[in-house]
Structure formats: C-alpha cells, structure tokens
C-alpha cells in the first residue's frame, strides 16, 4: 500500500483556505497512492473555538474530501471538528474512494489545553479494513495512551495525526517508535508546522516507522508531501519469526 504524508501550515480557523492549501498538495500528487494522511484539526489548527470552525458530516469538508478522494482513487484521512447532536467533537474520518466514511471522536482530549471542557470524547477504537491492512487511526494526545492503542486485534497500522509543539517533539519521536515496536505494526504520525494564533510553535517530524522500529519515513520537518509503501508480507513475516505479539498481556478496558 502505497501511502502519502501531507506534513502542511495550517491557516487559523479557516477551513476554505486550507480546504483550497490542501486541495492543491493532493491533486498534486503525480503517483499513485492507495492512502493520503492529512494533520489533526486539518481545517482550523488546534482551536478551543469550536463554534466558528464546526461542521457537519453532511458540510462542505466531508463533501470535498468524497470528492477529492474519488479523484484521486485514493482514500483520504484526517481529523476535524465536527458538531453533532449539540456536541462538538476531534473527530477522525477515514474517506474511501468509494465514497464511504469512517469516523473516530478522539479518545484521550488534551486537558492541559482545556480540550476536554470543550468536545466531546470518544469511547471506541476504529478499525478500518482497507487494501488488505487493518488499521487504527487515532488522534494526536492518543499517542501517549499505549493501553488503548495495544494490538490486541492484530492490525497492521497505527496512525496519529496530531497538531504535536516543537517544545514537546522529543516525546513524539520515541512513542511513536514504542508504539510500532510494542504493536509489531506500521505506525504513522502526521504532523503540522508552523505557528498558531496561541504562539505554539510546530515543527512536523511527520513520519513512518516500521514494526521493528526503522524508519520507511525519517522525521520531517519541512512543509511537503512524503511517500512510501507499506509491505503487507514483509510484516506478516517478520511477526511469525519473532512470535512478540503471540506473549501479550490480554485485558479489557
């Protein structure tokens, strides 16, 4: 499976412009990809104002990314705000080709930003069958949650979109190989750059890391698009040689 990372500048709470920045990275794109990864929040940045940014599933961003994926006969994933029955919520949304859609209200809300007085907060992972890989997309503060991440349903991708600061991108670069490690999976973290009207600092390291912990994609930091694939078999044999996930603690949350 072939995958592209759109490691971007968010404009501030104006989902048209960066509908526009990011409609232009994707058409852009001259190979063929299967799976296109977009930032958390890739409308409006990391806002506690929910209200001037909040859509819909039935508004303007779900249906340009139906269509954009449909365009480009890849699936397209990223996370955005969404209101719903009088909440707001992060909410993850896997785009296929097809038309259909996949979503994930992030789990784990960032308090020290106040996020949790604001959205509404997840209950359930989300697995996504897709090009023959199952995989976990999850959202940004996730990443420092390995219990709710443990591969206990034998994916074989881990994704993390995130708005991550530079004042904190040290934490960023080894859970995310911990968790490939620990989840003898593919892990994915798509960052933004930049600053933000709150003065926060983002420096990307977008990247892709293998279920041994080398990098298919080094850490990033400049605004671009980064490619690889992603080897179904290669991972499936690497599991049965080393056996690690056959020892896993079982638990419930």
């Known amino acids: 499976m072939k995958i592209a990372l759109i490691q971007a500048p968010l404009f501030w709470e104006n989902p048209k412009l960066n509908r526009d920045y990011f409609e232009e990275k994707i058409i852009a794109i001259s190979e063929n990809v299967d799976l296109i990864v977009l930032p958390e929040m890739f409308t409006s940045g990391f806002t506690m104002n929910p209200k001037s940014v909040a859509e819909t599933m039935q508004g303007d961003t779900i249906l340009w990314l139906k269509n954009l994926a449909k365009a480009k006969n890849a699936?397209?994933?990223?996370?955005?705000?969404?209101?719903?029955?009088?909440?707001f919520f992060n909410r993850l949304v896997f785009v296929f080709p097809s038309g259909e859609i996949q979503k994930y209200d992030k789990k784990h809300l960032f308090t020290l930003a106040g996020e949790d007085q604001i959205y509404t907060s997840g209950t359930q992972k989300l697995l996504v069958e897709y090009k023959g890989f199952?995989?976990?997309?999850?959202?940004?503060?996730?990443?420092r949650f390995p219990v709710f991440a443990r591969n206990t349903e034998d994916y074989d991708v881990l994704i993390y979109v995130a708005n991550w600061p530079k004042i904190r991108i040290n934490s960023w670069?080894?859970?995310l190989k911990a968790r490939a490690i620990e989840n003898m999976c593919y892990t994915i973290g798509v960052n933004r750059i930049g600053e933000d009207a709150n003065q926060h600092e983002y420096i990307g390291h977008s990247q892709v890391v293998d279920f041994l912990g080398n990098y298919n994609i080094e850490p990033q930091e400049t605004e671009g698009v980064f490619m690889t694939n992603l080897d179904k078999n290669l991972l499936l044999e690497t599991r049965q040689k080393f056996g690690f996930l056959n020892d896993r603690d079982v638990f419930k949350l």
């Open 75 to 87: 699936a397209i994933t990223g996370s955005l705000v969404i209101e719903e029955n009088g909440h």
């Open 134 to 143: 199952k995989i976990c997309p999850l959202i940004c503060y996730d990443l």
């Open 173 to 175: 670069d080894s859970l």
